[in-house]
Structure formats: C-alpha cells, structure tokens
T-cell receptor, first 116, second 115 residues
Framework: SAVISQKPSRDICQRGTSLTIQCQVD?????MFWYRQQPGQSLTLIAT?????????ESGFVIDKFPISRPNLTFSTLTVSNMSPEDSSIYLC?????????????FGPGTRLTVL | DAKTTQPPSMDCAEGRAANLPCNHS???????VYWYRQIHSQGPQYIIH???NNETNEMASLIITEDRKSSTLILPHATLRDTAVYYC????????????????FGSGTRLLVRP
C-alpha cells in the first residue's frame, strides 16, 4: 500500500472564492485520481491526473472549475474554483499501485469542504 | 453510470459471517470487480478484487458467479469495527490509452454489525 496525505483536512470557505487541495504520496506513482463525495452520496470520479500530461476529466467536470496540477510523481493539487454551496463535499485523491495481477487504488483521507 | 446494484443496508451479529451481495449484470469480460469499504469520515479502504475466480485474503473472500453477473463479499467473522459502507465496484477502461482505467462506484451497502 501507500501513505497518502491531503491538505487541508477540512475547510470552511465563502462562496466565490477558490480552494486548492494538496495530495502527497510517499512513493512514485503514475496515475492519480480525484473524486468528489457529496453529502450522503457515493464517490464520483472528477479526473485522472497522470504526470507529464493534462488531466482527463469525466463527464460533468471541466478544467475551468476544477483545475488540476501534477508536477511530479508524488504530488497533485485540485483547485475548486469560484465555489458555491453546491461544492460542499468531501474531495478525495487516490493513487494507483500496480500489483502482481492488476492495479489497485489507495485513497487519501479526504478534504471536507463546506461552502457558505 | 453505476454498473453495480447493492442492497442499501444490512446487519449481522458480531462473530457471524457477513455476506454482502452485488449485481453487475452488464459487466464486460475484461472488467474486474473490486470491493472497498468506507468507515465514517475516512477514505475508502481496499478490501479485495477479482475477475473470474474466487479470491480470498486476510480480510475477506470474494465469490463471483460463473456468469460473472453477480458476486458476494464474505467477512467470515464480523466484528464491530467492520461496521461501514461497503462498495462493490466495476473497474472499466479509462479515457487515456490502453493502461488507464477508472473505478465506477455504486451506491454501497451500509453494514451494521450488532453486538
């Protein structure tokens, strides 16, 4: 497995502002993922972030709203831009670790965001 | 769109086996079934995954039907700490070339282990 940390662990923000969430992993990984978990809901994939290339966004998510950086093999950031109360969610990063047979994702602890 | 269907909630007695079902009738031949669990306010924890054969590890067993349209996660001796939301997930091809993939989470089963 891997040790994955996220900063901040939680935040309360005003509408119209932006928040950047950091994800740090203790080993080099090719694929990192960002998810959103709205209150009481399951996880939804926002985008896949591979080092050295632009992030690939899922349907319903756009780069202007959720810009992602992936400067190296151990770090990524997700920015939630121009926030509204509907952005209140837990944001999670995960990393892919290739195993003997296939890939497995390991998740960070999440960032709990509340937008007022 | 979720590719799995799970009961919203289940309960079992501590020390007994917990059997969590999952339907994935539209799964393709090369798509894996993964199970994760999420304990309140934490990130999802990987449990087990499989393609065709039954799998077992130190946490659980995964039984996949021969037609691969459903599976069951078995926690052999449930403890109070196993109370969590359990997600049955299908791993599908991603959007970036041959090696990319993504996990499609279903709505999950909330398991309550009773003392």
């Amino acid at each position: 497995s891997a040790v994955i940390s996220q900063k901040p662990s939680r935040d309360i923000c005003q509408r119209g502002t932006s928040l950047t969430i950091q994800c740090q992993v203790d080993s080099q990984v090719t694929m990192m993922f960002w998810y959103r978990q709205q209150p009481g809901q399951s996880l939804t994939l926002i985008a896949t972030a591979n080092q050295g290339s632009e992030a690939t966004y899922e349907s319903g998510f756009v780069i202007d709203k959720f810009p992602i950086s992936r400067p190296n093999l151990t770090f990524s950031t997700l920015t939630v831009s121009n926030m509204s109360p509907e952005d209140s969610s837990i944001y999670l990063c995960s990393v892919d670790l290739a195993g003997e047979n296939t890939d497995t994702q390991y998740f960070g602890p999440g960032t709990r965001l509340t937008v007022l | 769109d979720a590719k799995t269907t799970q009961p919203p909630s289940m309960d079992c007695a501590e020390g007994r086996a917990a059997n969590l079902p999952c339907n994935h009738s539209t799964i393709s031949g090369n798509e894996y079934v993964y199970w994760y669990r999420q304990i309140h306010s934490q990130g999802p924890q990987y449990i087990i995954h499989g393609l065709k054969n039954n799998e077992t590890n130190e946490m659980a067993s995964l039984i996949i039907t021969e037609d691969r349209k459903s599976s069951t996660l078995i926690l052999p001796h449930a403890t109070l700490r196993d109370t969590a939301v359990y997600y049955c997930i299908v791993r599908v091809a991603g959007l970036i070339g041959d090696s990319s993939y993504k996990l499609i989470f279903g709505s999950g089963t909330r398991l309550l282990v009773r003392p």
